[in-house]
């Protein structure tokens, strides 16, 4: 391990958590597919670590077709059984539930808007946001009023807050973090 000094939350023992600290979070990343991803693992994460949601990313990426945002809206009974007998992803019948619904929801959004992120800019007028020690804004909180209006589940404004820091719209990386207040490039 380098001595890089990272945010207090990233647990160094974890390889995993360690990469996504330093190439994904905070980062501007805004294809479909992405955020779709990103916002279908945030709302599995409530009440939960990221920690806990990231270390089964991959098994979440096979179990839900990855993340194929039109498959996932047609999923039925059968295959919502099939994921709540999944002893390798988080069995919660109301957030499985939820994917399902959102996904919908994602998909009226990207044709009224374009794409999804079109959507988002109407909040951030594309900008990013450079704050920390906060688990919300007016921006989280608009955005998830108008998704809880649009019918989206798990998408209160924490929800958001950290959905918008894993897509980079916020970047929010400690003071003494070795990534603070870097501007990156979209990947």
């Known amino acids: 391990m380098d ?23 905070c980062r501007p990343r805004f294809d479909d597919l992405y955020l779709f991803e990103m916002l279908i693992l945030e709302s599995f994460q409530a009440g939960l670590s990221w920690e ?4 089964k990313r991959e098994a979440f990426k096979k179990a839900f077709d990855n993340f194929d945002v039109n498959k996932i809206a047609n999923y ?12 390798d992803i988080i069995r919660n019948k109301l957030k499985i539930n939820a994917s399902v619904n959102n996904a919908k929801i994602f998909i009226k959004i990207k044709k009224m808007y374009g794409s999804f992120y079109n959507y988002l800019k109407t909040f951030t007028k594309d900008k990013i946001i450079y704050e920390n020690d906060k688990t919300s804004n007016t921006l989280s ?29 916020i970047n929010s990386h400690d003071n003494d973090c070795f990534m603070y207040n870097k501007k990156v490039l979209n990947n």
């Not at 039925?76 to 002893?87: A, F, M, Q, S």
């Not at 209006?149 to 918008?164: A, D, E, N």
């Open 3 to 25: 001595n890089k000094k990272r945010c207090f939350w990233c647990n160094l023992n974890n390889p995993l958590y360690v990469d996504y600290h330093d190439n994904e979070w």
């Open 141 to 169: 909180d608009s955005i998830s009023n108008d998704l809880k209006k649009r019918g989206m589940k798990f998408v209160g404004t924490t929800i958001i807050y950290s959905y918008l820091q894993a897509i980079g719209i």
């Open 76 to 87: 039925k009974e059968e295959k919502v059984n099939e994921l709540l007998l999944n002893k």
């Open 52 to 55: 806990c949601v990231l270390n």
